[in-house]
C-alpha cells in the first residue's frame, strides 16, 4: 500500500518550512586589537604594543577586550612594581591583556585562566604565542580552563609556590556576574598569599587583588558593589579604591546612564599587615 504525501508525517509540506541556503548570516570572525601602550612606560626590551587575539563572539562573553582590561593595563604600566618579580593569576582573562602587561613588567611567574571551554583557552594561548612565544616554551606563563571555587587545587599547583599561592590575583570585569561572587571569593580567599610571621621574628606582606570594573547595568551598580562588600566582611580585606577613570560606555546603544556605564572602578583588595 503506497503512502501519499498528505498522509506522510509532514504533512506534505516537506521542505516548506526549511530556510533557503544562506538565511542566516555567518558567525563574526575573529578579531584582533593592538594595544597601544604609553611610551613612557614602556622600557628597553620591552614591547610598545601587545596584540590582543579575540574570538568572533562568545556566549561568556570572551570575544571583548573590555575597557577594565585596557584600563587595568596602563595602571599595572605605570606601577611596574606591583608584578615584578611576583607571581600572577587573573581569573576570568579572556583576552588576557592584563597578564601580557604582566610579562611586559617583570613577573616572574603568570598562570592565566579562564572558563574551560576549548575556544576561550585556545584563543588566550595564540595571545601568549603572539606576543610572548620563549615564556609559555619555558612554562613562564600557564594557561589554563578554571571554574571558580573549584578545582582550586590544580590552580594552586601551578603556582609553583611551597603555599600553593599568588602574589597578585586580577580580577577585571568579573563582578557583574553576581550568581558567582561566592565562588569567586572562595578562590581569592584560597589562592592569594597570606601575609606571616617567621620564627626569627620577620614580617612577610600578603598578597594583593585587583578588581576591576564597570556597572554596565547602572540599576544593579549595589550587587556589584557588594563583591567588594563581602570581600571586606567576609576575608576581613582592606579596601582602597585605587582607579576611578571614565572610559566611555563599551556597548553605546545599552540602557542607563551613560556616565555610569562608562566608567572604571579599580580597588585593591589586601589583608592587614601584621
Known amino acids: 500500500m503506497s503512502t501519499s504525501s498528505s498522509d506522510s508525517e509532514d504533512g506534505g509540506f516537506d521542505g516548506m518550512f526549511q530556510e533557503p541556503e544562506g538565511y542566516f548570516p555567518p558567525p563574526p570572525e575573529p578579531t584582533s586589537v593592538v594595544f597601544d601602550r604609553q611610551p613612557q612606560w614602556v622600557t628597553e626590551g620591552s614591547p610598545d604594543k601587545i596584540t590582543v587575539n579575540l574570538l568572533g563572539s562568545h556566549p561568556l562573553w570572551g570575544h571583548h577586550l573590555w575597557n577594565a582590561a585596557k584600563t587595568f593595563a596602563n595602571y599595572l604600566d605605570e606601577q611596574k612594581d606591583i608584578i615584578c618579580s611576583k607571581s600572577v593569576l587573573e581569573l576570568g582573562a579572556a583576552g588576557a591583556l592584563p597578564s601580557l602587561i604582566s610579562a611586559c613588567n617583570g613577573a616572574s611567574r603568570i598562570v592565566i ?3 574551560p571551554d576549548h575556544d576561550l583557552i585556545e584563543n588566550i594561548r595564540k595571545n601568549v604565542e603572539t606576543n610572548f612565544p620563549a615564556k609559555l616554551a619555558d612554562e613562564s606563563i600557564a594557561v589554563t580552563g578554571f571554574k571558580w571555587g ?7 599547583a601551578l603556582a609553583q609556590s611551597q603555599e600553593g599561592t599568588y602574589d597578585v ?3 577585571c570585569d568579573l563582578v557583574f556576574n553576581h550568581s558567582e561572587h561566592t565562588s569567586l571569593l572562595r578562590s581569592v580567599e584560597r589562592l592569594m598569599a597570606k601575609p606571616s610571621l617567621a620564627e626569627d621574628g620577620s614580617k612577610t606582606s600578603g598578597g594583593e587583588a585587583y578588581v576591576f570594573f564597570t556597572h554596565h547595568r547602572p540599576w544593579l551598580a549595589d550587587k556589584d558593589m557588594a563583591f567588594i562588600e ?15 577613570e571614565y572610559t566611555g560606555a563599551m556597548f553605546e546603544d545599552d540602557p542607563g546612564d551613560e556616565r555610569v556605564r562608562g566608567t572604571v572602578h579599580g580597588f585593591r583588595l589586601a589583608y592587614p599587615v601584621l
Open 113 to 115: 585562566t579562564d572558563y
Open 150 to 156: 573549584s578545582e582550586i587545587e590544580s590552580i594552586s
Open 169 to 171: 590575583l586580577i580580577l
Open 230 to 244: 563581602r570581600a571586606r566582611e567576609e576575608l576581613g580585606l582592606e579596601v582602597t579604591r585605587v582607579v576611578e
